[in-house]
């Protein structure tokens, strides 16, 4: 049987692509926030650890980033 591995805090992970894709297309988080009609406060609260989100916002923050669901929820090396 396969053993399958998981990533032990997801939530991080999303957080610091999510920071990580926002910075490479130099774009504000108050800039991601209007994208998605989403407050400023949330979306710094996103990428701060303060707060989980969902499915929803995950989508629409990898629509505004032009990038796709998985490469959010992808752990790599530089994070």
């Given at each position: 049987m396969k053993t399958l591995e998981f990533d032990s805090d997801i939530y991080d992970t999303i957080r610091k692509n999510i920071k990580k894709y926002r910075k490479e297309q130099k774009m504000t988080s108050e800039q991601?926030?209007?994208?998605?009609?989403?407050?400023?406060?949330?979306?710094?609260q996103i990428e701060s650890h303060k707060y989980n989100f969902s499915v929803d916002t995950l989508y629409r923050i990898s629509v505004a980033l032009d990038v796709s669901v998985d490469a959010l929820l992808t752990k790599t090396d530089d994070l």
């Open positions: 991601l926030a209007e994208l998605v009609d989403l407050s400023h406060d949330f979306i710094r």
